[in-house]
């Protein structure tokens, strides 16, 4: 299994309609979209999984895209979800590589540090 990162936007078409009904004074999320987020998890293929998707803080068009994490090994995923979503939503997909420590070598690295003799003189 391979993972992947999903920057995505609203697409213009869908962004501007939402503008339209919110100056409509209408607040929630447009139903049918609404819809389809609830039934991805539903219709994802077998082997597909999404392990999170997230916005930064605030509204403002001006903000990084959202990401959606996705776990695979087969690309076609990608573009089942970017087609899945066309008209809502607009996907740049990328392969995901760790960077940094995962938990387990933090420990590791902790448990030495702390067993490791000081070679400061005082």
Known sequence: MSLFIGYYRPTATYREANEARARQ???AIDPKFA???VD???????GCSILG??????NSPDNPPN??????SDTAHLGFISNYYAGFLQF??????????NKNQREEWRQATAAAPSTVKR
């Open 92 to 101: 740049q997909w990328f392969p995901a590589t760790s960077v940094g420590a």
């Open 35 to 37: 819809q389809m987020v």
């Open 40 to 46: 991805l998890p539903l219709k994802l293929p077998a």
């Open 25 to 27: 004074g209408e607040t």
């Open 67 to 72: 990401v959606m994490i996705l776990e695979t």
């Open 53 to 58: 998707s997230y916005g930064p803080g605030g």
